[in-house]
């Protein structure tokens, strides 16, 4: 489906089927606005069922898009009230190549690819968001940021959601440089279902609960290596402590507001070994 230009409007019981790529384009001397209040399935017939959103134009309504592979916004998407569902069973990239970040409402992530690769939603050298009244629905697949950072603007406790089945959960992964991000606005306990399929799967939850309501944003990240890789020396420790775990660490950061929090982190008794206390490293 290529709109060269056009106006398009789908109303709220509309179904639009695009066995193929769905492009919108902006032609000369136009305004391109494709407004999607129905239901509309980007899905693959011999062609990539992927969205491209270029030169100028702009994608836009309360609808649902279903979109099979990839999503490359290099022009305007304004979320409205919609839901864009990324639904493929295989590696699915959003991305941009003139780094336009895509400010989603609600996200899902779901599909049946098995293997670790096709569970990935990947993060491709953009950031993205979930806006102020979006929900980020993980269920059980991968979101992976790479160096770039996930966004959550809605700082309600019901904001992220994952499948938590013990050894099929839904989980956020990011390298280094890579975070994920809430915004909080409540006393209440926030959850960063962290998580890696790098080297050892590992889906480490981070729960958060804020001192205070006030406006505040949170980071998280799991670092699925000794920390020593990246810094932080796990045999520089305290005199008070043993020693720290060499299997993995967590990253987590204020980057708005002044409160502090209270700061949970979950390990597996079974392969992670026994422990009975958290350390922050310290520069001295």
């Not at 769905?22 to 509309?40: H, K, L, R, S, W």
């Not at 017939?45 to 290099?74: A, C, Y």
């Not at 059980?140 to 099929?168: W, Y």
């Not at 909080?184 to 998580?195: E, I």
């Amino acid at each position: 489906f290529f709109n060269n230009g056009a106006l398009v409007f789908t109303a709220s019981a509309a179904i639009v089927q695009v066995n193929g790529g769905f492009q919108n384009d902006g032609a000369a001397g136009t305004t391109p606005v494709f407004e999607n209040n129905g239901t509309m399935t980007i899905a693959n017939s011999g062609t990539p069922g992927s969205v491209f959103l270029t030169n100028g134009s702009t994608l836009q309504g309360d609808g649902t898009i279903f979109v099979e592979q990839d999503w490359t916004n290099d022009a305007t998407f304004t979320a409205d009230n919609s839901t864009v569902d990324f639904n493929g069973d295989l590696q699915q990239f959003i991305t941009s190549t003139i780094a336009t970040v895509t400010t989603f409402n609600n996200l899902t992530l779901s599909g049946a690819g098995a293997t670790v690769a096709d569970r990935k939603k990947t993060l491709q050298l953009v950031n993205a968001r979930v806006g102020t009244a979006g929900i980020l629905t993980i269920n059980d697949r991968e979101l992976e940021t790479q160096t770039n950072t996930m966004f959550i603007d809605n700082p309600a406790v019901t904001s992220v959601t994952n499948a938590t089945t013990f050894g099929a959960e839904g989980f956020v992964s990011s390298s280094f440089g890579g975070t994920f991000s809430r915004a909080t606005n409540s006393t209440s306990v926030y959850s960063f279902p962290t998580g890696s399929s790098v080297g050892t799967l590992r889906y480490r939850e981070v729960k958060l609960t804020p001192a205070s309501a006030a406006a505040n944003i949170f980071t998280g990240r799991l670092g699925n290596n000794t920390a020593t890789t990246d810094g932080f020396n796990v045999l520089q420790i305290d005199t008070t402590m043993c020693k720290v775990t060499a299997l993995f660490y967590h990253q987590i950061e204020r980057t708005a507001g002044v409160d502090n929090a209270d700061i949970d982190v979950f390990y597996n008794l079974v392969t992670d070994g026994p422990w009975d206390g958290l350390a922050k490293w310290n520069s001295p």
